[in-house]
């Protein structure tokens, strides 16, 4: 019972480590997601319709990085992160949804849980977005930034 019970806590803390380490690409999975769908319903074959998928997908996440990188405007920047942190906050809505259901047969208490995991996840994936293309904070006591010079 006791072994048990410690692998499914190992589970569930390597199902919210991929959660948060993966929350930044989830719009553009969706966007591969969908076109591959889309391409698959309108007659390609399934070979077509995971390479434009799979090209839509970087597409999505080449143009964030060129927006982020091109805008010098850090609320325009901010905004670009947003809607690639909005698809996140949903998915850490339904995911802590989902797992809460575990523990808790309540919906309200679900619900609250699921508000609050996916304002933490998309809180994670905004400032994420930032530090991960060099528009993080301004370095501290006078070192120069190595990424992107402002």
Request: proline share 4%; net charge negative; charged share 10%.
């Amino acid at each position: 019972m006791f072994i048990g019970s410690l692998v499914s806590l190992l589970g569930l803390g390597i199902l919210l480590w991929l959660l948060f380490t993966l929350a930044i690409h989830a719009l553009p999975f969706f966007v591969g997601l969908t076109v591959g769908m889309y391409a698959n319903e309108s007659g390609a074959g399934l070979a077509e319709a995971l390479g434009a998928g799979f090209f839509a997908g970087i597409g999505a996440l080449v143009l964030g990085q060129l927006l982020i990188a091109i805008l010098r405007n850090p609320w325009l920047q901010a905004g670009v992160a947003l809607v690639y942190a909005l698809p996140a906050a949903l998915s850490g809505y339904y995911a802590v949804h989902g797992l809460s259901g575990i523990g808790f047969d309540a919906e309200f208490f679900r619900v609250v849980l699921g508000g609050l995991g996916g304002l933490i996840i998309g809180g994670t994936a905004w400032v994420r977005m930032g530090n991960l293309f060099g528009t993080g904070p301004d370095p501290i006591d006078g070192e120069e930034a190595t990424i992107l010079p402002r």
